[in-house]
């Protein structure tokens, strides 16, 4: 994995974009790990690429049912 900002950015938006019902639970412990990312860039790409993951495939919800309480500050 990278530790490069840029590209973990970079992944995060084209994850977005090319994401699929059938790549949701391939990527998404992935994600769900940069959630708790110092950069809040990468936090931000994160959740939207979960929000993207669900409108693809809604039950995954309990999934990802852990980020309400996750602590988004650095």
């Known amino acids: ?43 931000k790409k994160a959740v939207m690429v979960i929000h993207r993951c669900l409108q693809k495939m809604p039950e995954i919800i309990s999934e990802v049912h852990y980020i309400n309480n996750a602590r988004l500050l650095p």
Not at 5 to 10: M, V
Not at 33 to 41: P, T
């Open 1 to 43: 994995a990278s530790t490069n900002i840029l590209e973990i950015t970079s992944a995060l938006t084209c994850m977005s974009w090319l994401i699929s019902a059938e790549t949701v639970l391939a990527v998404i412990e992935v994600v769900k790990s940069k959630v708790m990312h110092s950069n809040e860039l990468v936090r």
